[in-house]
């Protein structure tokens, strides 16, 4: 006979899943904000990119200018600015036609000699081209053109960058098509007194080596982006991982221990009322047997019999349900096996198995010493009834790393199907005839109150293996070390 109690701890229909959620929203939101700081990374590159080349390019060209006003002996009360625009300044002391005309033309052939440029112009102040390297810009007049308004009336250099030229922007004439990035730059040309910006020179240009460094530094941080962004992910997502399965067990837990909780005060009251019938009956049935005639000798033995069952049910019931002791110990396993296999020596004999097992000295482990003996009883009483008709029972035990010692009992019986195995740790289940099945279920509950593991295997008409996962206890970490059924 079977007795299956279906477990309330597996996952509940509609219930959240907190694992899943937290996947689902921390991929969205790590997503976005990586997203984002990628994009204000790469911007900010570029921006400041641009800024600095603009800088250095002012600079650059300034300096040029001053260069030759001193190269054509021009007076320091001039400008490389008045030069360019000389229509404004055609008869001032000093100042020859020829010295203009050579600062002038030295001036604008640097212009025209810079590296890695697409185009240069020079503005009036009434925005007309008054020099290009484009001769299709000489003499037109530039309007609604904000970053040239800006640079006249900032009086700063002005910089920006383009993937690729503006058609409504007739200034963005350029010699030749640039490849991938190219940057525009107003440096503004000032008076003597830096009161007034007197002309503009607009540059456009493809720096190689600074769009290089600009495209390696999008790659580096959209790759740092992705690589931190992953590993953030993957850092939650194992914290939360790990959080979830220790919400699911102990979940689990709670239900199995109100479960336990519930039976153990039902079947309380059920055994007290049972125990003083049970006594009763058999009292009865032992004085009965005694006047009773041969015939009925064996109507009453079995009635004796089944009241001893009875009663042994009850006893088993109430040791699985009454609360455990959770103080840890150091017990001797390889004492409390020999104790084991002396009590279970009858037994042995009556059903001709063969014993294996080499006794050696083995670490002592973390349990406690009346529940270690209640595990082990547990298992070789299993192991036994399951080989009536003789076998051979092994015991092996096994040090393994990181401080953990495995037992094993293997018996030679008729094992178990695949859904008896997957059953077989559930409170109540037994493939026995008379069986209450609280036995595994029991050898469970307390090798995990001892942070230990059981594990099963069975194979039918072959025998069933039972492991049983022990953490080695330290020296002195117990203080007093016991013996297995002492204590």
């Known amino acids: 006979m079977q007795t299956i109690n279906p477990s309330a701890t597996g996952p509940r229909v509609g219930s959240f899943n907190l694992l899943r959620w937290f996947s689902l929203a921390s991929l969205l939101i790590i997503g976005a904000v990586a997203l984002g700081l990628g994009y204000v990374s790469t911007r900010f590159v570029v921006d400041q990119s641009v800024e600095r080349d603009a800088l250095l390019t002012a600079q650059f060209i300034q300096s040029i200018g001053e260069a030759e006003l001193r190269h054509a002996h021009i007076p320091v009360s001039l400008t490389i600015g008045d030069v360019l625009d000389a229509q404004d300044h055609p008869n001032l002391p000093g100042f020859s036609a020829d010295a203009q005309n050579a600062a002038r033309a030295e001036f604008l052939?640097?212009?025209s000699q810079l590296p890695d440029l697409l185009l240069a112009s020079v503005y009036g102040l009434n925005r007309q081209v008054i020099w290009s390297t484009n001769p299709q810009l000489m003499g037109a007049h530039i309007e609604d053109d904000d970053e040239l308004d800006e640079a006249f009336e900032m009086k700063v250099p002005v910089a920006a960058s383009y993937h690729r030229i503006a058609e409504e922007r007739p200034e963005q004439k350029l010699l030749r098509e640039p490849e991938y990035l190219f940057i525009e730059n107003y440096i503004p040309l000032f008076n003597a007194d830096r009161s007034k910006v007197v002309a503009m020179v607009e540059i456009y240009k493809e720096p190689a080596d600074l769009v290089a460094r600009i495209r390696l530094g999008y790659l580096m941080i959209w790759l740092a982006t992705l690589f931190g962004g992953a590993l953030?992910?993957?850092g939650l997502y194992w914290i939360v991982r790990r959080a979830a399965i220790l919400l699911r067990?102990?979940?689990?837990?709670?239900?199995a221990n109100e479960t336990f909780v519930a039976l153990g005060?039902?079947?309380?009251a059920v055994a007290h009322s049972l125990r003083n019938p049970l006594a009763t009956i058999r009292s009865s049935a032992e004085l009965a047997q005694e006047v009773a005639s041969e015939d009925s000798q064996k109507n009453i033995a079995d009635i004796i019999g089944q009241v001893d069952r009875m009663?042994?049910?009850?006893r088993e019931l109430l040791v699985s349900l009454k609360p455990m002791s959770t103080d840890k110990e150091a017990v001797d396993l390889t004492e409390a096996i020999e104790l084991a296999?002396?009590?279970h020596e009858s037994m042995i004999r009556r059903f001709g198995v063969q014993l294996n097992w080499s006794p050696r000295g083995y670490p002592k482990v973390v349990s406690h010493p009346v529940q270690l003996m209640q595990i082990l009883n547990s298992l070789f009483t299993?192991?036994?009834e399951a080989m009536p008709n003789g076998g051979i029972l092994t015991i092996e035990v096994q040090e393994l790393p990181a401080g953990r010692l495995t037992m094993t009992v293997a018996d030679t019986g008729k094992g178990m199907t695949r859904q008896q195995e997957r059953m077989v740790f559930k409170p109540f289940f037994t493939t026995k005839q008379g069986g209450l099945g609280v036995g595994l279920s029991l050898v469970k509950r307390i090798m995990e109150r001892f942070e230990g593991s059981v594990d099963l295997t069975s194979q039918e008409q072959e025998g069933t293996r039972v492991s049983l996962n022990f953490r080695v206890a330290a020296?002195?970490?117990?203080?007093?070390q016991h013996t297995a059924g002492r204590g």
């Open 109 to 111: 052939d640097h212009l």
């Open 232 to 234: 953030i992910y993957g």
């Open 249 to 255: 067990t102990q979940e689990r837990q709670l239900v």
């Open 265 to 268: 005060e039902m079947s309380s």
């Open 311 to 314: 009663s042994r049910w009850v």
């Open 341 to 343: 296999c002396k009590q």
């Open 382 to 384: 299993n192991a036994l």
């Open 475 to 480: 020296g002195g970490e117990y203080g007093a």
